[in-house]
C-alpha cells in the first residue's frame, strides 16, 4: 500500500538552516567566488539549470557543491525526480564535511517523495549528529525519518520516532497531526514489535505510549482486561496526552460496567425430546463457569430452568424474575423464543440459544445459536477470495439445506459469483441421475451414443461439464457425501473444490469408509474439530466425565460454553462493531440486530480422517 508523504515537511526553510555553515570555507580551493552563501538557498535564486552549468565549469569534486545547489533548487520547484538523479550523480564524499549533512537529507527527502523507503531510510542513517543543527533542521530530519520507517512498514520505530520528535514541534496543528500518525502506526503494529520497543524505551512519554498501544493490542478481543488495562494505564498517566488519539469506541470502554449480573438463569429443555441437547448445552454453560473462576473472582449464581416442565415462557421468565435473575439465557427452541418475541421490550437482557427467522427482535434479546447460515456465507466468502467465482450447489439435506443454499447464494453472488446450477436431492433423489444433469454428463454421453450408433464404432464420452464451474458447494451428511463424491469424482469433476457444511463430520471418522470423502473441506466449531492444543488437551480431560462434550453433542457444548463467555462481553459486542471474543463454537462477533455471528474453523478429510486447517 503506497503511504502519504506528509506534504507539511517544508524542505526549503531547513535548507535554509545551513546558513550556520561557513560555506566560503568550502569552496576556498575553487578559483572563482560563488557569492554569499545564503544566496544558494533563498527562493528568489537561481534555477538549478544555472547550477548545473556552472558544475560543467569544473571538474572533478569541484562539480559538487554547485550539484548540490541543483538539486535543492530541484527540491524547491517540487521536482524531486530530479533531485534524486542530480544527488546520485556524484558522492557525499565530494563534499566538504560541512555539506554532507545537507546532501543526505536532501537525498533522503527526494527518495521519500518518490515512495522509495530503503534509499530514504539508507540516506538519513548517514546524517550525522542531527541535534547540533537547528531545531528547525532537525525537527524536519526527525519527522522525514519517521515516514521513511513507515513506508517501510516499520510502524513501531516510526511512532517512536514521531512521538520523540514532539519536544522539537511548536505549531499546536503540526503536534496533533504527528501524535495521530504515531498512534496509528502503533495500531498497526505488531504487538512483539511495540514489546520489544517498549523493553529498549527509557524516557517516560515513550512508555506511556508503547504501554497504552500495548494495553490495547493484547486486550484487543477481551473488552473487560481492556477496560482494566485503560484504568490501570490512567492511574499510572493521568493527564498523558495519548488517550486522547484512542479510538471513541475503545475509549468508552474506559467507563464501561462489565461486572456480571448477580444471578443468571439458564433456560434449557431437560425433560422430553430435547433432553440430550439441553443437557449438553447446560454441562457447556457450567464448564464455562468454572473455567471463568481462574480469571475472576466473584461469580454469579446459576438458576437452570427445564423448558419442557409444562410451563409457558411466561410463567418460566416471572418466576425467573421473582427469583431475582438479573440476566437470562435460553431459551433454546423457536416455539419457545417465539412466545418472549411478542414483547416489544425484554424487562431482562436475554440470550436466546438459536437464531429468529427475521430481523426483528425485541430490545434486550440477543441471539446466539448455531445456524447453518453463518456456515454457508463463510464458505462464500472464502471461495470468492480464493478466485472461485463459479459455483456448483448439491443439497442433500432435507432439513436444513434450502436455508444453506439461500445462504450461500445471496452472499455468493453478492460478492460477484455466479451459482451456476443447484442440484436438489434432498427428498433422496437418484443421485447420479441428479450429479450427471448438474455436471452436463447426460448430454455428453447421449451426444457419444448417438454418434457411436451413427458410426457404429465405440465412443468414448468425456465430461466436460467441471469445466463450467470453479467450486462445488455441498451440504450432506457423511453417509449420503460418500456416495455423491465418488460420482463427482467418476464424472471430471475431481478437480473441483468441494466446500460442505458441518453436517459432513460426525465428530469422529471411520477411514475405511470415509476415504471416500477425502478433499472435502468443511467448516465446523473449533471445538468440534480440536482446532488448538489446549481444545484437545480440554476434550481429552472431558471425554470420561461429560460425555455431553463430545461428537455431535460436541457443538451444543460449545455452544453453551460459549453462552457463559459472552455474558460480561456483550456490552463490547454490542457497542464496538469490530470487537470478537475467540470460542469453542468459533470466533463471535455481534451484528446490528443482536445476533451472534460465528467464524467457523476448517477441517479436511485426508485419506480417511480429518485434518485441521487455520482457514478462515
Not at 89 to 94: E, K
Request: aromatic share 10%.
Amino acid at each position: 500500500m503506497t503511504k502519504k508523504f506528509n506534504s507539511k515537511h517544508l524542505f526549503l526553510g531547513l535548507i535554509l538552516a545551513l546558513g550556520t555553515l561557513s560555506l566560503s570555507a568550502c569552496f576556498a580551493t575553487q578559483s572563482r567566488s560563488l557569492g554569499k552563501s545564503d544566496d544558494i538557498y533563498q527562493t528568489g535564486g537561481n534555477s538549478a539549470d544555472y547550477y548545473l552549468q556552472q558544475a560543467a565549469q569544473y571538474q572533478g569534486s569541484d562539480k559538487a557543491p554547485w550539484k548540490l545547489r541543483a538539486a535543492s533548487a530541484y527540491a524547491k520547484e517540487q521536482q524531486f525526480s530530479n533531485a534524486y538523479n542530480t544527488l546520485i550523480s556524484f558522492q557525499a564524499t565530494q563534499l566538504p564535511p560541512q555539506q554532507r549533512n545537507a546532501y543526505y537529507l536532501l537525498k533522503g527527502e527526494s527518495a521519500l517523495r518518490q515512495q522509495k523507503g530503503f534509499e530514504a531510510i539508507r540516506a538519513l542513517q548517514s546524517v550525522n549528529q542531527p541535534d547540533r543543527q537547528s531545531r528547525a533542521w532537525n525537527r524536519h530530519y526527525q519527522l522525514l525519518f519517521a515516514d521513511a520507517l513507515s513506508l517501510n512498514n516499520r510502524n513501531a520505530d516510526a511512532a517512536v520516532r514521531r512521538i520523540q520528535a514532539a519536544e522539537l514541534i511548536d505549531d499546536p496543528s503540526q503536534l496533533d497531526s504527528q501524535y495521530q500518525q504515531a498512534w496509528q502506526e502503533l495500531s498497526q503494529a505488531p504487538l512483539g514489535a511495540i514489546e520489544t520497543k517498549l523493553s529498549r524505551a527509557q524516557d517516560h512519554d515513550t512508555i506511556a505510549w508503547l504501554e497504552l498501544a500495548q494495553v490495547q493490542k493484547k486486550y484487543q478481543r477481551n473488552a473487560r482486561l481492556l477496560s482494566e488495562g485503560l484504568s490501570n494505564w490512567l492511574q499510572q498517566y493521568a493527564g498523558h496526552p495519548a488517550i486522547s488519539y484512542l479510538p471513541s469506541d475503545v475509549s468508552q470502554l474506559r467507563t464501561a460496567d462489565f461486572s456480571l449480573p448477580r444471578k443468571v438463569a439458564l433456560i434449557v429443555p431437560l425433560s422430553g425430546r430435547f433432553a440430550t441437547v439441553g443437557g449438553a448445552i447446560r454441562d457447556g454453560f457450567l464448564a464455562g463457569y468454572f473455567e471463568s473462576q481462574k480469571s475472576r473472582g466473584e461469580l454469579p449464581e446459576i438458576q437452570v430452568y427445564d423448558s419442557a416442565s409444562g410451563q409457558t415462557m411466561d410463567q418460566l421468565y416471572q418466576q425467573a424474575m421473582t427469583d431475582g435473575v438479573e440476566m437470562v439465557v435460553g431459551p433454546l427452541l423457536k416455539n419457545n423464543i417465539d412466545q418472549l418475541t411478542r414483547y416489544s421490550d425484554m424487562q431482562l437482557p436475554t440470550l436466546v440459544l438459536n437464531r429468529l427467522a427475521s430481523d426483528f427482535s425485541p430490545t434486550n434479546m440477543y441471539q446466539f445459536g448455531l445456524p447453518v447460515e453463518d456456515e454457508a456465507a463463510q464458505i462464500a466468502r472464502y471461495a470468492i477470495r480464493k478466485g472461485e467465482t463459479r459455483a456448483f450447489v448439491i443439497n442433500a439435506e432435507a432439513s436444513v439445506g434450502a436455508r444453506a443454499v439461500d445462504s450461500f447464494v445471496r452472499t455468493y453472488e453478492d460478492l460477484g459469483g455466479t451459482v451456476v446450477q443447484v442440484a436438489d436431492i434432498s427428498r433422496n433423489q437418484d443421485p447420479k441421475s441428479a450429479i450427471t444433469r448438474l455436471l452436463g454428463v447426460d448430454k455428453t454421453e447421449k451426444r457419444s451414443q448417438e454418434l457411436q450408433n451413427l458410426l457404429n464404432v465405440p465412443v468414448e464420452s468425456s465430461g466436460q461439464g467441471s469445466s463450467n464451474a470453479d467450486a462445488i458447494f455441498l451440504i450432506s451428511n457423511a453417509q449420503k457425501a460418500r456416495i455423491i463424491k465418488p460420482y463427482l469424482n467418476y464424472y471430471y469433476a475431481y478437480n473441483l473444490p468441494v466446500y460442505a457444511t458441518s453436517d459432513i463430520y460426525s465428530g469422529s471418522t471411520n477411514p475405511r469408509l470415509d476415504n471416500d470423502l477425502s478433499g472435502i473441506m468443511f467448516t465446523d466449531a473449533p471445538w468440534v474439530l480440536g482446532s488448538s492444543k489446549d481444545i484437545l488437551s480440554a476434550k481429552k480431560s472431558l471425554s470420561k466425565t461429560l460425555p455431553s462434550s463430545h461428537k455431535r453433542l460436541g457443538r451444543f457444548f460449545a455452544l453453551g460454553h460459549d453462552a457463559y463467555r459472552i455474558i460480561p462481553e456483550l456490552g463490547q459486542l454490542s457497542t464496538v462493531p469490530e470487537s470478537a471474543i475467540e470460542g469453542l463454537s468459533g470466533v463471535l462477533s455481534m451484528d446490528s440486530y443482536g445476533r451472534i455471528q460465528r467464524q467457523l474453523a476448517w477441517g479436511r478429510y485426508e485419506k480417511g480422517r480429518v485434518k485441521t486447517y487455520n482457514q478462515r
